[in-house]
């Protein structure tokens, strides 16, 4: 399995603070994602990284901040948390975007809960 | 932009016995990849199959294999010989061989129950 940990794997918070959601991987792989799963509509991807320092939006981004100081590390921020913002994110890793090495590894996922 | 599609909810299946998962795309491009992954309750996501449109063979892996049909722009899954430990929701993913971002679109999920 692909050394991919998420942290916390369960938070609830209130409506209107912060949370960080930490992606840890030790495959040293160029591409990290998160994700996040809500019935109805499968995985969307919020953010990703294709390099330390370099993040882009994903389309579902609203709300949501990343950083990536060290290849090892993706971050996920909610600056102010919404209930809208409940549901379960995943972190995934892979070598390179396309063709060979592309296949996307997830970590355990977060469930996250917005009171 | 590109869709995934996936028309059943829910899906039942006897033990032993075969079931097919459907799965329609909606796409202008034609070079990517799709692929099925299997969330078990434990919440990990397993790819199961992955299928590169260039190529007209379907993909088999063990038990499971793909009708990948490109001019419908459809992709199903067949799992034969279903165990009860193939109950979980399947997912549906498309990704574009051109892709720069890696990014992986998917249909809403089929959860797949077995009966002993």
């Known amino acids: 399995d692909a050394g991919i940990t998420q942290s916390p794997r369960h938070k609830v918070t209130e409506t209107g603070t912060p949370v960080t959601l930490r992606c840890h991987q030790t495959?040293?792989?160029?591409?990290m994602y998160w994700y996040r799963q809500d019935p109805g509509h499968g995985l969307r991807l919020i953010h990703y990284?294709?390099?330390?320092?370099?993040?882009d939006k994903g389309e579902v981004s609203d709300g949501y901040s990343v950083s990536r100081s060290k290849t090892e590390d993706f971050l996920l921020t909610l600056e102010s948390a919404t209930s809208s913002q409940t549901s379960v994110y995943f972190c995934?890793?892979?070598?390179?975007?396309?063709?060979?090495?592309?296949?996307?590894?997830f970590g355990p996922g977060t469930r996250l809960t917005v009171l | 932009a590109q869709t995934v599609t996936q028309s059943q909810p829910e899906m039942s299946v006897q033990e032993a016995e075969t079931v097919t998962l459907s799965c329609t795309y909606d796409t202008s491009e034609s070079d990517y990849y799709l692929f099925w992954y299997k969330q078990p309750p434990s919440r990990q996501m397993i790819l199961v199959i992955r299928?590169?449109?260039?190529?007209?063979q379907n993909a088999t892996e063990n038990r499971f294999s793909v009708n990948f049909q490109k001019a419908a722009k459809s992709f199903s899954l067949k799992i034969s010989d279903s165990q009860l430990g193939d109950a979980a929701m399947y997912f549906c993913?498309?990704?574009?061989?051109?892709?720069?971002?890696?990014?992986?679109?998917f249909g809403q999920g089929t959860t797949l129950q077995v009966k002993p």
């Open positions: 495959e040293n792989h160029r591409y």
């Open positions: 990284s294709y390099g330390v320092k370099d993040t």
């Open positions: 299928q590169e449109a260039y190529k007209q």
């Open positions: 993913a498309y990704r574009s061989a051109g892709s720069n971002t890696g990014k992986l679109i």
């Open positions: 995934a890793i892979s070598e390179s975007p396309a063709g060979g090495g592309s296949e996307q590894f």
